[in-house]
T-cell receptor, first 114, second 112 residues
Framework: GENVEQHPSTLSVQEGDSAVIKCTYSDSASNYFPWYKQELGKRPQLIIDIRSNVGEKKDQRIAVTLNKTAKHFSLHITETQPEDSAVYFCAAFSPGGGADGLTFGKGTHLIIQP | NAGVTQTPKFRILKIGQSMTLQCTQDMNHNYMYWYRQDPGMGLKLIYYSVGAGITDKGEVPNGYNVSRSTTEDFPLRLELAAPSQTSVYFC???????????FGPGTRLTVL
């Protein structure tokens, strides 16, 4: 099955700086890569996703890049703000896995220092 | 639309007790999922369903059961609760496996 590794597990950045979270996946057939944000005590919510026919996608201060050859994808947050503090999960969807083909990484705790 | 709702929000069980975690969605989604999230860990899939009357095991199904008699409801049953089942449980739904999953607010369960 698919295996998703996420790094780092904790990331502390100064407010206004950029943050980058990286994920690697094992199944070269994986074709959908969502990112979820989970604030403390809240439910995970999708913030951005990318499909395998696209190399980069941007939404305001958030961007995701995908390198299919290297089998890794990254979340980039620019001009970080206090409200960006949360746990971020990457995931990869493997078609061979069927309806349960989405595999999550273990999460990155992003801390924005004032 | 209420989206995905879960009850109860919190529950404390004694070892050996049973309970049902309720999950309802009003978005007419066929796909529904149950995850557990242990402290500092990611989401582990317990069970999932691709439509009414169809359920299947995920990564960590032992100690749990599910049913899907309607499109809207996907209850999770815990039989003979054990301390290892202390966790936060999230229900999610989506239109398709390769689409955004919408999560419920979660149920925080403690087994003592």
């Amino acid at each position: 099955g698919e295996n998703v590794e996420q790094h780092p597990s904790t990331l502390s950045v100064q407010e206004g700086d950029s943050a980058v979270i990286k994920c690697t996946y094992s199944d070269s057939a994986s074709n959908y890569f969502p990112w979820y944000k989970q604030e403390l005590g809240k439910r995970p919510q999708l913030i951005i996703d990318i499909r395998s026919n696209v190399g980069e996608k941007k939404d305001q201060r958030i961007a995701v890049t995908l390198n299919k050859t290297a089998k890794h994808f990254s979340l980039h947050i620019t001009e970080t703000q206090p409200e960006d503090s949360a746990v971020y999960f990457c995931a990869a969807f493997s078609p061979g896995g069927g309806a349960d083909g989405l595999t999550f990484g273990k999460g990155t705790h992003l801390i924005i220092q004032p | 639309n209420a989206g995905v709702t879960q009850t109860p929000k919190f529950r404390i069980l004694k070892i050996g007790q049973s309970m049902t975690l309720q999950c309802t969605q009003d978005m007419n989604h066929n796909y529904m999922y149950w995850y557990r999230q242990d402290p500092g860990m990611g989401l582990k899939l317990i069970y999932y369903s691709v439509g009414a009357g169809i359920t299947d095991k995920g990564e960590v199904p032992n100690g749990y059961n599910v049913s899907r008699s309607t499109t809207e409801d996907f209850p999770l049953r815990l039989e003979l609760a054990a301390p290892s089942q202390t966790s936060v449980y999230f229900c999610a739904s989506t239109t398709h496996a390769r689409s955004e999953q919408f999560f419920g607010p979660g149920t925080r369960l403690t087994v003592l």
